[in-house]
């Protein structure tokens, strides 16, 4: 069976920080993985990726993924309070649908 | 930018009473879907739908729900009678492709709570 899973569930650290958070998968056919930030409702895309190795970077944050080893972090750096929301990672297979993980919950606190 | 609409945004409904969920994908996508997330649980897939067919469903998606185009831009989710359980987040995506790299984007979601 298809799954996502995330850790940690959640995190909570200091403005200025530094956080790594952590997706595993299996998933047959497997053809992109995406983060998405939620906040108060809808995911925010963030990334998209399907090759190994490829860094892709968005100001603070970053990404990669491991396609041997089946997994992907996404890095924020020198975190701020508007970075605290629930983070999501999800795999697509060579349907449509997307395989969600259960969400890290990360808290800045000033 | 474009983006994905629902309506409503709150819906409060009796078991038993039929809901319809409201739509509005990206103007140039041609894949839609709907998800649902139960409270402190997560994202799960429902129905993905292209070409006025569904594409695929999941076990959760049966004979109580459906979706439709209506028209040229609506995309709607009926529950014809809801339960309990069926209280949750929705929420409508839609990508340009089905290439499986390509972005889906999602709606505000629309929250129901049946009572």
């Known amino acids: 069976e298809d799954k996502v899973v995330q850790s940690p569930l959640s995190l909570v650290v200091h403005e200025g920080d530094t956080v790594t958070l952590n997706c595993s998968y299996e998933v047959t056919n497997f053809r992109s993985l995406l983060w998405y930030k939620q906040e108060k409702k809808a995911p925010t895309f963030l990334f998209m990726l399907?090759?190994?190795?490829i860094e892709k970077k968005s100001g603070r944050l970053s990404s990669i993924l491991d396609k041997k080893e089946l997994f992907s972090i996404l890095n924020i750096t020198a975190t701020q309070t508007g970075d605290s929301a629930v983070y999501l990672c999800a795999v697509r297979g060579n349907t449509g649908k997307l395989i969600f993980g259960q969400g890290t919950t990360l808290q800045v606190k000033p | 930018e474009p983006e994905v609409t629902q309506t409503p945004s709150h819906q409060v409904t009796q078991m038993g009473q039929e809901v319809i969920l409201r739509c509005v994908p990206i103007?140039?996508?041609?894949?839609f879907y709907w998800y649902r997330q139960i409270l402190g649980q997560k994202v799960e897939f429902l129905v993905s739908?292209?070409?006025?067919?569904?594409?695929?469903k999941s076990e959760i998606f049966d004979d109580q729900f459906s979706v439709e185009r209506p028209d040229g831009s609506n995309f709607t989710l009926k529950i014809r009678s809801t339960k309990l359980e069926d209280s949750a987040m929705y929420f409508c995506a839609s990508s340009s492709r089905l290439a499986g790299t390509e972005t889906q984007y999602f709606g505000p979601g629309t929250r129901l709570l049946v009572l």
């Open positions: 399907t090759s190994s190795g």
């Open positions: 739908f292209y070409n006025n067919e569904i594409s695929e």
């Open positions: 103007s140039n996508h041609l894949y």
